[in-house]
């Protein structure tokens, strides 16, 4: 089993593949079939395990108990999702960085996918509706202002905001449930919750405008 390393300590040679001096034509060997379209797949997916090992041992606190199998395993999970996806966009590759750099980051964003999600495999994501903030007697080394305003903050998460979109609120910014994680338990996209996200905050923010608990315009900016 080849160990889990970082990536500066890793032989980059899928370059050398072919020779130190002509860069190679990733598109073109990818893109016609045959002997070149397979060498070039078998290099690619070379690199990206490379890149998928170096970013689940960067993550790899979050694998308490997790042995170096178990890391290969998602590293290799990773790399083969991370090519198929590449190979669905390689017409979208413009030239702006070298292909191998473009490819890297399609290793390693699905290996960070991957390690959330078995880092959260057995953890149960709350999807109730109760309150956020239960109202509680402001103690001494309290100020009233910030409980005032996490007063607000709890009925505009309530007044403001959909039943829907209170439990993506509370999973998303009180949990920290990774988004691809609840995206997965949802049965929905990492588009679909950003765009949630994105509303629950707009409303927030015009609620707590309204009300006085933020200054400026009532209008919110958008992205």
Same mark, same amino acid.
């Given at each position: 089993?080849? #160990?889990?390393?970082?990536?500066?300590?890793?032989?980059?040679?899928?370059?050398?593949?072919?020779?130190?001096?002509?860069? @190679?034509?990733?598109?073109?060997?990818?893109?016609? #079939?045959?002997?070149?379209?397979?060498? $070039?797949?078998?290099?690619?997916? %070379?690199?990206?395990?490379?890149? *998928? @090992?170096?970013?689940?041992?960067?993550?790899?606190?979050?694998?308490?108990?997790? %042995?170096?199998?178990?890391?290969?395993?998602?590293?290799?999970?990773?790399?083969?999702?991370?090519? $198929?996806?590449?190979?669905?966009?390689?017409?979208?590759?413009?030239?702006?960085? &070298?292909?191998?750099?473009?490819?890297?980051?399609?290793?390693?964003?699905?290996?960070?996918?991957?390690? @959330?999600?078995? *880092?959260?495999?057995?953890?149960?994501?709350?999807?109730?509706?109760?309150?956020?903030?239960?109202?509680?007697?402001?103690?001494?080394?309290?100020?009233?202002?910030?409980?005032?305003?996490?007063?607000?903050?709890? &009925?505009?998460?309530?007044? $403001?905001?959909?039943?829907?979109?209170?439990?993506? $609120?509370?999973?998303?910014?009180?949990? %920290?449930? #990774?988004?691809?994680?609840? *995206?997965? @338990?949802?049965? !929905? !996209? &990492?588009?679909?919750?950003?765009?949630?996200?994105?509303?629950?905050?707009?409303?927030? &923010?015009?609620?707590?405008?309204?009300?006085?608990?933020? #200054?400026?315009?009532?209008?919110?900016?958008?992205?």
């Amino acid at each position: 089993m080849n #160990p889990v390393r970082p990536l500066d300590q890793v032989d980059s040679g899928v370059d050398r593949a072919s020779g130190p001096t002509e860069p @190679r034509d990733w598109l073109a060997d990818l893109t016609a #079939p045959g002997r070149d379209q397979d060498r $070039a797949l078998r290099d690619l997916h %070379g690199l990206m395990i490379r890149a *998928a @090992r170096h970013q689940v041992w960067r993550m790899r606190p979050m694998l308490a108990g997790a %042995g170096n199998d178990t890391c290969e395993e998602l590293a290799n999970q990773a790399a083969d999702d991370a090519l $198929a996806s590449l190979l669905t966009k390689v017409h979208t590759f413009r030239g702006r960085s &070298r292909f191998t750099t473009w490819a890297y980051k399609f290793a390693i964003l699905q290996a960070a996918t991957e390690v @959330r999600r078995h *880092a959260w495999r057995n953890r149960e994501v709350r999807l109730d509706d109760a309150a956020v903030w239960p109202d509680e007697h402001a103690g001494p080394e309290q100020h009233v202002e910030a409980v005032d305003l996490a007063t607000a903050v709890g &009925r505009a998460m309530v007044v $403001a905001l959909t039943g829907y979109q209170r439990r993506i $609120a509370v999973a998303l910014l009180v949990d %920290g449930v #990774p988004v691809d994680v609840l *995206a997965d @338990r949802l049965g !929905t !996209t &990492r588009g679909a919750l950003y765009k949630t996200l994105y509303e629950v905050r707009t409303r927030l &923010r015009r609620h707590l405008a309204g009300t006085g608990h933020l #200054p400026g315009a009532t209008e919110v900016k958008t992205r």
